[in-house]
């Protein structure tokens, strides 16, 4: 880590969280905006929506422009356009003006795309994870408000307390200048090239979907609980604000624990573990439980959140490392899209039946999903790292059934005898008889694979061509879970072309 990477890191986190703290000026105060707003249900859904809606697309233009223009000018522009909609919203006095500075306020959600593009930048990659991890520590910024907004807003007056967040603005825009780097290298490859390029990957598509689950319950659960809280359980706001900021405080200290725990366990393996608790969190919170239980509830929420979006980043640089920003970007936006429709499910649902059970049970039921997939991508990576050793190790590899036909071969396989995949595959290894060995050689060697399980030593053999050489052969039975022989694979090297045949060796 470069001295540039030592402040960086540190001036763009503290940007997140003043960036986050903006974006969720409305739900935070939305318990006094709706005293001197009138607001239906649906309208009230919508005007906390918004900013997370607008916020989430915005994260793919931000993060290429921060590639081409640098995350110090991105910053820099992010906190004096908030400027707007913070004065506009100070003055609302009906639902369209909040609507209007709420679509605004999104550009307080798109600047995670900053950091995520522009810290890799200044760390080996190895540590892209962990610095992912720490720079969303910035999601502080949304308790800060949820906890912070209401008790200021009780002493001053809300409009009073959004137009507050104009000093913060400034002061980051001026900090960001100060300190910003004015020499961040630059990434000019064209937008559409770069999506291009990450949408081949079915990777992305999975990782988009587990994120939309993780963050976006956390983002979903953010906005949802201060106004649910006040309603539902008849909390006071302060108290209300003060549970929700202790839901994400939670969620973002165990962001970078997610990260930690995928540099040290099998990634996937902590996401089966996230996805299972998500999916009895969510279970639970549908039967409508008491305060105690739905406090477990969230809080489980909270904790398998924190961990999957830790996780899910430590995993992004492993399968995008030229184009990590545009799949951060992507990503991201999916999580913000994720917190953007279950607010609006969940009026809906209540709306038509009094309660939020179908809507926590549809939470259950992704998460169900997500966690299967996971799985399925657990074993693809076991067996995508099987082939890679099948096809790069430098040995001939040969696999048959137990009936002695060939069903796979390696490519030092074909260098070594001629015969290629298609020329070997369905046909039996006696293909290769060079006529040196007796039927007795033979004879020892399935007595050895039978009884032993194993068999090696030196054999003549012949290639495609009709040459004869001299190789060393180790076979191995190849048993299931109940111990039944299924396979042998036979891994051979030339050694040489002189000499005469020799026996059993092993």
């Known amino acids: 880590m470069g001295s540039k990477g030592a402040y960086q890191l540190p001036l763009q986190t503290i940007s997140l969280v003043v960036g986050f703290m903006v974006w969720v000026i409305l739900s935070s105060l939305m318990p006094f905006i709706k005293e001197e707003i009138a607001l239906t249900s649906a309208q009230l859904a919508w005007v906390t929506a918004i900013p997370v809606l607008f916020g989430s697309v915005l994260r793919i233009p931000v993060g290429y422009w921060t590639n081409r223009y640098g995350a110090r000018k991105l910053f820099m522009i992010s906190f004096v356009l908030l400027l707007a909609p913070v004065y506009w919203i100070s003055r609302a006095d009906s639902f369209a003006d909040l609507v209007i500075g709420g679509i605004l306020l999104g550009i307080g959600g798109a600047v995670f795309s900053v950091g995520v593009t522009s810290l890799p930048k200044y760390f080996p990659k190895e540590r892209h994870g962990f610095v992912n991890g720490i720079y969303g520590i910035g999601n502080l910024g949304t308790a800060i408000s949820s906890f912070g907004a209401p008790v200021v807003a009780s002493y001053i007056g809300w409009s009073n307390t959004v137009m507050s967040y104009g000093i913060l603005l400034l002061a980051m825009a001026g900090l960001n200048f100060v300190l910003g780097d004015r020499q961040e290298t630059p990434v000019k490859t064209p937008l559409g090239q770069q999506i291009k390029d990450v949408s081949r990957n079915e990777k992305l598509w999975l990782l988009c979907l587990f994120y939309f689950l993780t963050f976006g319950s956390f983002v979903a659960f953010t906005v949802y609980l201060p106004n649910f809280l006040v309603s539902h359980f008849q909390l006071t706001k302060v108290d209300a604000g003060m549970r929700t900021a202790g839901f994400i405080v939670l969620a973002t200290a165990m962001r970078p624990v997610g990260g930690w725990l995928g540099d040290r366990f099998n990634p996937f393996k902590i996401l089966m573990l996230v996805f299972a608790g998500m999916t009895v969190a969510a279970v639970l919170l549908s039967f409508s439980p008491s305060m105690h239980l739905y406090t477990v509830g969230c809080l489980t929420v909270a904790l398998c959140a924190g961990i999957g979006n830790g996780t899910i980043f430590k995993l992004v640089p492993l399968y995008f490392t030229k184009q990590a920003g545009i799949a951060n970007g992507m990503i991201s936006a999916m999580g913000g ?170």
């Open 337 to 506: 899209l994720g917190g953007f429709f279950p607010p609006l499910i969940l009026t809906t649902l209540y709306s038509m039946t009094g309660h939020y059970a179908i809507g926590f049970m549809a939470l259950s039921q992704v998460a169900l999903a997500s966690l299967i997939l996971v799985i399925w991508l657990f074993y693809q990576e076991k067996l995508h790292l099987a082939a890679n050793i099948l096809e790069n190790t430098v040995e001939a590899i040969v696999v048959t059934d137990t009936d002695g036909i060939i069903r796979s071969v390696n490519p030092a396989f074909t260098a070594v005898t001629g015969y290629s995949a298609e020329e070997a595959i369905g046909r039996k290894p006696s293909i290769l008889k060079s006529g040196k060995q007796d039927k007795s050689f033979y004879e020892a060697l399935w007595r050895s694979l039978r009884e032993k399980g194993h068999w090696q030593g030196q054999i003549w053999n012949k290639r495609k061509n009709g040459e004869i050489y001299l190789e060393w052969l180790t076979i191995s039975a190849i048993r299931n879970d109940a111990g039944e022989v299924k396979y042998y694979a036979g891994m051979f090297s030339d050694i040489g072309k002189a000499g005469e045949p020799t026996g059993n060796t092993g």
